[in-house]
């Protein structure tokens, strides 16, 4: 009896893990995103770079993520979701409605440090261009970032 306890109680738990996931709100991207600031002024870009791209359950969760550009050309430098987007240099490849948002999102970065950002983007999750809003917050020479689609 025990034994099925622990069962249903380790199901509901798991449930409950990927509703919060996929069902991420402002203030989780905030958190996780000044969660990744936290650990970086303490454990330095390549130790969170690691962590980001091992795709480490404190900074992917699901559709939530945090992930890192270079402040100044934008270059992928950590995405625990598309690795293949790592070291390229995409700063004019437009969203599908024509944005030029990662060029958009490093001046925001670099005008005001901090910030939120609208585009469409394919959400990991359900594999569909969706619309998303990312919290940033620019740190030292880097920008690190997390978004939620919107429902």
């Known amino acids: 009896m025990k034994l099925l306890f622990t069962a ?9 893990g990927n509703a919060s ?10 958190a996780l995103v000044e969660k990744g600031v936290a650990f970086m002024k303490a454990n330095g870009k390549d130790a969170m770079i690691k962590r980001i791209n091992s795709k480490d359950p404190e ?5 939530l993520y945090l992930h890192m550009r270079d402040a100044r050309n934008a270059i992928m430098l950590a995405h625990p979701v598309n690795p293949t987007l790592i070291g390229k ?9 024509g944005k030029m948002y990662r060029r958009e999102m490093v001046q925001l970065a670099a005008t005001k440090g901090k910030g939120w950002y609208d585009y469409t983007y394919k959400n990991p999750v359900s ?10 917050v620019k ?13």
Request: hydrophobic content about 40%; overall charge negative; proline content about 4%.
């Open 21 to 30: 996931a996929t069902d991420a709100t402002e203030k989780d991207a905030v």
């Open 127 to 136: 594999g569909k261009i969706e619309p998303k809003t990312t919290y940033m």
């Open 8 to 16: 249903a109680a380790l199901s509901c738990a798991f449930a409950m």
């Open 139 to 151: 740190v030292d020479d880097v920008v690190l970032e997390a978004g939620i689609y919107k429902k």
């Open 59 to 63: 900074f992917y969760k699901g559709e």
């Open 89 to 97: 240099d995409l700063i004019d490849v437009p969203d599908t409605n």
